[in-house]
């Protein structure tokens, strides 16, 4: 007999930081979970599900996955946009998981099976000083990481994106009732960033993959000069260098260097990605399997991606909660076009909540083989850890314009 969604309900908890959890039960007994965290703006997209979305899961057979995101998606007048997307894919990931919980297997397995043993990852290196900055891509390689995100501290600047605020790892969402305001300066930047990346790569040598993230704010010209200016460092990616809504711009970067391009961190459909995949100015797509509609959309994107060689390096911060890193990797694992996944990990807390089965060892990641997507919620434990508003911090230039983050 068809099984059939019995609820649906959504779970904000703050294991570390906020998640949004969205948890689909089957008259079965069969529980599917998915994440809709989205940064600095949790609760909207728990009353997207809440209120508009869960009402319209009851009674809906659970294996009908693709016709559930197409009522999701198609269904609605007023589509796109990062809550809708977040909401849209935490209920593919919920489902995809109850499939493989019904059938007895991983997800990946659903996807036409493993096209790798095991997924290469990269994770973030953090330092205010080019020394310090060793020393934490020092620690990030004795982990047996082979990739590592190098991000400094810039002079003058007293916060840096992807730097430390204080303690030694880096997380951008900081608890408050508003949020912090950064001084960026592109011009130290511009000016900085290639010293410190230069002697990162003599120190590590080359066969170790960098990666930088220029997080959307640099005008196109710059951008273009900071791919040249780097490209003696043989960097892995150069990520986001300018604002992702100005496609165009990626041409004209394009034009000038050959530095490997990143970019798609906040795409959240195909219609996004679309024009720089097939006009080939990107070499990584970066959208998040959760962001970007779940798996069932996911797997578009990187098919397109695929026809053009563009690689599939799906975006893995703190602030995906571990079933979307999950579904990621189940995903990755059935991706011929993956080049790598990041992987910026957790606070220890957050294993309280989120009980994971996907294994990483030496810089490689690999689902595991529990039915569904491996990740179990503990409930109780999540009640332990209640929301408090976060935000990501905004950046104004020297003379106070707020400028991209
Ligand atoms: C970053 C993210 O991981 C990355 O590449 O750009 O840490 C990003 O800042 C956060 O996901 C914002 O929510
Ligand atoms: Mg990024």
């Known amino acids: 007999m ?28 069969i529980v599917g979970w998915g994440d809709a965290t989205v940064n600095g703006r949790e609760l909207a997209v728990a009353s997207y599900l809440r209120d508009h979305v869960a009402p ?22 007023w589509r796109r946009g990062p809550i809708t997307m977040a909401a849209i894919g935490s209920v593919d990931l919920a489902l995809w998981d109850i499939r493989g919980k019904t059938l007895g297997q ?29 020393d934490s891509v020092d620690e990030v390689l004795s982990r047996g990481f082979r990739a590592v995100r190098a991000q400094s501290g810039v002079p003058g600047l007293e916060t840096v994106y992807g730097v430390h605020r204080g303690e030694t790892s880096y997380e951008p969402a900081s608890r408050g009732a508003s949020p912090i305001e ?33 997080h959307h704010r640099l005008r196109p010209i710059e951008a273009a000069q900071l791919g040249k200016d780097l490209e003696p460092v043989k960097l892995f990616w150069l990520e986001d260098v300018t604002t992702a809504e100005n496609q165009e711009a990626l041409r004209l970067v394009r034009e000038h260097t050959a530095t490997p391009l990143a970019l798609g961190e906040v795409f959240n459909t195909i219609w996004d990605c679309k024009d720089l995949i097939t006009g080939q100015s990107i070499d990584f797509i970066r959208s998040s399997v959760m962001h970007a509609g779940g798996i069932s959309h996911s797997r578009r994107i990187n098919d397109l991606a695929a026809l053009w060689q563009v690689q599939v390096a799906p975006h893995g911060p703190s602030d995906v909660s571990p ?70 911090p905004v950046a104004r230039r020297r003379d106070g314009t707020v400028t991209d983050w």
């Not at 319209?56 to 007048?77: M, N, S, T």
């Not at 592109?186 to 930088?212: D, M, Q, T």
């Not at 009980?355 to 690999?366: C, F, K, R, W």
């Open 182 to 214: 950064e001084v960026w300066d592109s011009r130290a930047y511009l000016r900085h960033a290639p010293r410190v990346l230069s002697a990162i790569r003599e120190h590590v040598g080359e066969e170790i993959e960098l990666l930088h993230d220029a």
């Open 2 to 29: 068809t099984d059939r969604i019995r609820s649906a309900e959504v779970i904000v908890s703050s294991p570390g930081r906020n998640f949004v959890t969205l948890k689909i039960l089957t008259e079965d007994g």
């Open 56 to 77: 319209l899961l009851i009674g809906r057979d659970p294996a009908r996955i693709e016709d559930c995101w197409q009522l999701l998606y198609r269904g609605v007048y």
């Open 323 to 392: 079933i979307t890193m999950a579904a990621s990797l189940h995903l990755d694992l059935a991706t011929p076009n993956l080049g790598i996944q990041e992987h910026m990990g957790y606070p220890s807390v957050t294993s309280e909540v989120f009980h994971s089965t996907y294994t990483l060892a030496d810089g490689m990641l690999h689902p595991g083989d529990a039915p569904g997507l491996g990740v179990e919620v503990d409930e109780a434990a999540a009640a332990r850890f209640p929301y408090s508003r976060a935000y990501l």
């Open 106 to 134: 991983p997800v990946y397995n659903l996807l036409g099976g493993a096209v790798r043993d095991e997924i290469l990852s990269y994770t973030h290196a953090t330092g205010w000083s080019i020394e310090e900055l060793k």
